[in-house]
Structure formats: structure tokens, C-alpha cells
């Protein structure tokens, strides 16, 4: 049978078998209108507005038609520019069924980085939400590449009504859409890495790509069913987000809560107290937030809805796990996963939590940690993670030099440095780009960065090398407080300065003592929460006479 899967009991789980005719439109849409779902929600918003099984399967294949009526071809792409709203998922699945390929993008990023896409991607058509227009008619002026197709989601803002708007050119298409014949390893979206490194780079993944991350993580490590409501916090933009908030609920026919602004702690409360999900996908930015502001209330929110959370985007620390936990009475289970990789591979598990580690791999994937010679480390070394599994991109687009680097032996290479407990628990180190060697000896920042943290002044910490008089590499850290009134208080910031030299001293080695402390209001990050280390780099230096662990 055409677009089907089958799932066999096997040592890792469930094996998953395509059929060779496969539009992964058919399981995460159509199915659910023959297994008597059409009037269970699949989204409800912020807002208000509730969308059922029903509703979905006919915009979304509105939306495809749409498209196609419009002069897109099948393989051409679609730039996305779109807030988490329903659109987003007509958009997204419609152009899949239509076999147009959507390309979603960052919402937070501005006109030259709009440009760079545009020019990049060479998309036949771009579809924008209302709040971007102003960005997006910038990077169109910008960009040398022209879409043939440009609509706003909505009418009203500069849209001509009946012209440029998505919403009236799905209202007069048809309500009936074929799948589009395509197979399991065909190009089904891009997702345009988070760029913690620098330019971003679009990662192409295949129509089994996002059954095989709602299976393995989903599924077989969260348990998700058709009882769950998923909130993200995360965005639809990034790998996270899509599978949180998307692609897991629609896997079993459960519901998606989304929230269109950016996840403030008030308005993620008030998200979790109205519509009572069960799964809360956060970042350890926001869970630190958070417990501030719990910290702070005068009345606690209503959280017991919530059967389990979950962390990624950038490591969490035991100590925001610990607080946590002691606050909410609830588990977070932090893991790794990437843009290439579609979502986590590394997870803790409920019932098997090990602070301060990624947990263990996820069904269906490998791991390994290598030296620079490609060879395996003993147990307690730390090296290079690399991973492989059914989800992982296919390549990288336009730059073939690069996915042969990174993908091209068979594993992916991860970027990040990693070492194995004793017990087989995966431990974080740090980006294999943020290492740094003091005196010889390799420096892992996140080990800095989680001592420090543990300190109740400190809410974020991020540790950089920066070289000294000498020129020898040391570490130095850039502190977010809990209580950002106090960065105009120079002598309280020195008084905290020897505090935190002296918390480093009771738990690290010397060498790992941080030299330089930058107190700052916000730390850089990618959308996914990533701490962009390079950019801390790129500063101009500290005070090197100033140096604190003399």
C-alpha cells in the first residue's frame, strides 16, 4: 500500500519500514480522518482558536493547491517566514502533499539575513506573516534572487486582499489534494541550522526523517499519545520546536497549544494554567527564568496538568535541574539533539535521570566518542561525538564540501565534545569549537559555567578563553545576575567577583578558575538557546592586569 508504514518489534525498539511510494503528508494528516479523529483538535492557540483533525486535513489541502494554482512546481521551494500559528502548519504540510518543499526560517532574524536565504535557497515562492513585512520587503530589495510568488499570511498591512494574501488564494482553491508521489529518502523541507558558529546552513531531510524522529524520541523515550497536549516554548522554526509542537502531536493524534510571542515566563504560565498540557518543552534559559519569577509570585501557577518536561538547545545544568525539582516537583529531561540529526539522539529518561548528563542514546540511534584520529576513547575520555540514525539531513544544500566533511563517512559529526561515565551516561563538555586548553590541559566551559551557576546571584554563565599578558590562554566568564539592578553597583560586582573566585575554588581545579568576569545583562544566543560563545570571543579583551585567581 502506498504512503505506508510498518512498525515491527526489533532490539532498539520499533523497526520501521516505508513503503516505496511515500508522501509524509498521508500518515501525519490524512490518517487521521480514517481512524476517527476528524473532530478531535490538533491545535489549539494562545488565542483562542481551536482547529480539529478535520479542519487541518482540508487547509491543508487548500493550502497545497493553493500553491500549485498559483505556479509553483513540484520540487520548488517555498521560504517561510511565519509565526507558530495554524497557518504554519497548512503551509508546511500543504506544500509537502503538493511535493513543494517549505523551507521555515528563523522569525527572529532581520532583513540581511532574510537576503542571505532568499539568495541562498532560490525559492520560487516566500509566504510571511503579517509582523515581518516590514523585514521582508527590506530583504527583497536586498536579495538578487526574485520568488515568482510572495503572500502574506493574512490580508490587512500592505496586503492587497484577494492578491497577496495566502488566506484568499486557499479559499478559492480545492478542498480535495493527491499526495504527491514521492519515496522515503526524497526531499521533503529544509531547516536552516541555528548558526551558533556562524552563517547558517541549510540541512535537507527526507519524507521518513520526521517519522523516524516522532518514533524513536516521541514515542518510544516521552511516550506521547493522543491524550497529550504538547506546549513549546521552542519555536516552530527550529528542529526542536518543529518536533514539540508539530510532528509529535500530529504522529498520534494529539493536540498542539501554540503561542505566536516570544515565551515570557508570565505568558508561559498563563499558557499552562489555560489549556493544562501535559508535556512542556523548554530551554534552560527560560526554565532559570522562570524560577525566578516563581520566586517572585505572589501566588504559585496551577502547573499540576504538566506530566513531564523536557530541555534542550543548550545544556542544562544540575543545579537549574535540582531547583527545579525542588520548586515545581516536576522531572525536565535534558538531551542533544541538532538540526542535522531533526531532533534529540541523547536523553534522559523519566525514571533514569543523571544530572548534569545527556542521558543515554535514544532508540534507533548510535553514538561514539573519537580522539582526532577518528579512533574510539576509553570510558572517562573526552573526544569528539559523532552519531548516526534513520533522521540524520541528507546534506547540506549548495555546499557539498561541507556535508562531505560532516556527514560523509557514514556519521555525523556533532561538534561537540563529549565523554562517557562509568555507567554509560553521556556528559557534555562543551562545543568542540568553545574547548580551549589552560596550561596544556583541555578546559570544558560547561564544567566553569555549572559551578558558577550553582552560585544564587548568578541566573546565566558563559566561559570563553581569552589570552593573558603572556598570551597564554585562560578562562574568563560572562555573568547574567539573578538581580540585573546590581551591574550598576561596582563595588557589590567586586565583592561578588572574589565570591565567585572562591565558589570556583571549593569544587575546580586551578587552572579552570575563571581570571576575568564580565557582568552583562544578556548573554548571545541562537533561537534554539545556544549560547553564541564565538561572539564572547570576538569581544575586545578584559583588563589583563586584573587577574582575579592571582
Known amino acids: 500500500m502506498d504512503h505506508s508504514i510498518t512498525l515491527a518489534t526489533g532490539p532498539q525498539g520499533n523497526d520501521i519500514d516505508f513503503s516505496p511510494v511515500f508522501n509524509v503528508a498521508v500518515p501525519f494528516i490524512d490518517r487521521h480522518l480514517r481512524e476517527g479523529r476528524a473532530q478531535r483538535p490538533a491545535i489549539r492557540t494562545y488565542d483562542g482558536e481551536t482547529v480539529d483533525y478535520a479542519q487541518l486535513a482540508e487547509r491543508v489541502n487548500r493550502c497545497g493547491n493553493a500553491l500549485l494554482a498559483a505556479g509553483l512546481e513540484r520540487g520548488q521551494r517555498v521560504l517561510m517566514i511565519v509565526r507558530d500559528c495554524p497557518a504554519f502548519f497548512y503551509l508546511f504540510w500543504g ?47 536586498e536579495a538578487e534572487h526574485r520568488p515568482g510568488l510572495v503572500l502574506q499570511i493574512e490580508a490587512g498591512a500592505g496586503a492587497a486582499p484577494g492578491d497577496s494574501d495566502l488566506a484568499a488564494h486557499m479559499a478559492r482553491a480545492d478542498a480535495a489534494l493527491e499526495p504527491a508521489p514521492s519515496g522515503p529518502e526524497d526531499d521533503c523541507f529544509w531547516l536552516y541550522s541555528s548558526g551558533s558558529t556562524g552563517r547558517p546552513k541549510g540541512a535537507v531531510h527526507a519524507h521518513r526523517d520526521m517519522v523516524v524522529s516522532s518514533q524513536r524520541y516521541g514515542v518510544e523515550v516521552l511516550g506521547v499519545s493522543e491524550d497529550d497536549v504538547c506546549f513549546s516554548a521552542a519555536k516552530l522554526f527550529f528542529a526542536y520546536g518543529l518536533g514539540n509542537a508539530m510532528s509529535f502531536p500530529l504522529w498520534v493524534g494529539a493536540c498542539a497549544v501554540l503561542l505566536a510571542p516570544k515565551p515570557t515566563p508570565q505568558l508561559s504560565f498563563e499558557v499552562i494554567e489555560r489549556h493544562r498540557p501535559t508535556l512542556f518543552f523548554g530551554v534552560p534559559t527560560l526554565y532559570a527564568a522562570q524560577l525566578k519569577a516563581l520566586a517572585a509570585a505572589e501566588k504559585a501557577p496551577a502547573l499540576d496538568s504538566l506530566r513531564l518536561c523536557t530541555s534542550a538547545g543548550e545544556a542544562l545544568s544540575p543545579e537549574l535541574l535540582r531547583r527545579w525539582k525542588e520548586r515545581t516537583g516536576l522531572d525536565i529531561l535534558d538531551g542533544i539533539g541538532s538540526t542535522e540529526a531533526l531532533h534529540i539522539f541523547l536523553s534522559n529518561r523519566e525514571g533514569d535521570i543523571r544530572p548534569g548528563a545527556s542521558g543515554t542514546p535514544v532508540p534507533g540511534y548510535e553514538v561514539r566518542i573519537v580522539d582526532e584520529h577518528g579512533q574510539a576513547v576509553a570510558a572517562g575520555e573526552s573526544g569528539s561525538l559523532e552519531i548516526r540514525g534513520d533522521s540524520i539531513a541528507r546534506y547540506y544544500w549548495k555546499q557539498p564540501e561541507r556535508t562531505a566533511e560532516t556527514m560523509g563517512s557514514g556519521w ?65 566568564a560572562w555573568i547574567v545576575l539573578d538581580a540585573p539592578e546590581r551591574l550598576g553597583d561596582a563595588e557589590a560586582l567586586a565583592q561578588l567577583e572574589a565570591e565567585l573566585v572562591a565558589h570556583c575554588k571549593q569544587a575546580l581545579a586551578r587552572y579552570k578558575f575563571p581570571r576575568w568576569f564580565r557582568f552583562v545583562d544578556s548573554l548571545p544566543k541562537t533561537a534554539t538557546g545556544k549560547i553564541q560563545r564565538f561572539k564572547l570571543r570576538a569581544a575586545p579583551g578584559a583588563d589583563k592586569a586584573a587577574d582575579t585567581a592571582e
Open 412 to 476: 555525523l559529526k556533532t561538534g561537540d565534545t563529549y565523554l562517557r561515565d562509568a555507567d554509560g551516561y553521556y556528559v557534555y563538555c562543551g562545543r568542540s569549537d568553545d574547548m580551549f586548553k589552560v596550561g596544556g590541559i583541555w578546559c570544558s566551559p560547561f564544567e566553569i559555567e555549572a559551578r558558577l551557576v550553582e552560585h544564587p546571584q548568578v541566573q546565566e554563565a558563559a566561559v570563553v578563553k581569552r589570552a593573558d599578558a603572556q598570551g597564554l590562554d585562560k578562562p574568563e
Open 95 to 141: 506544500a509537502i502533499k503538493a511535493g513543494i518543499i517549505p523551507v521555515p526560517v528563523n522569525t527572529l532574524l532581520r532583513h540581511g539575513d532574510y537576503a542571505y536565504m532568499i539568495d541562498d535557497a532560490e525559492p520560487a515562492g516566500l509566504v510571511f506573516s503579517a509582523v515581518h513585512a516590514a523585514e521582508v520587503a527590506a530583504a527583497l530589495a
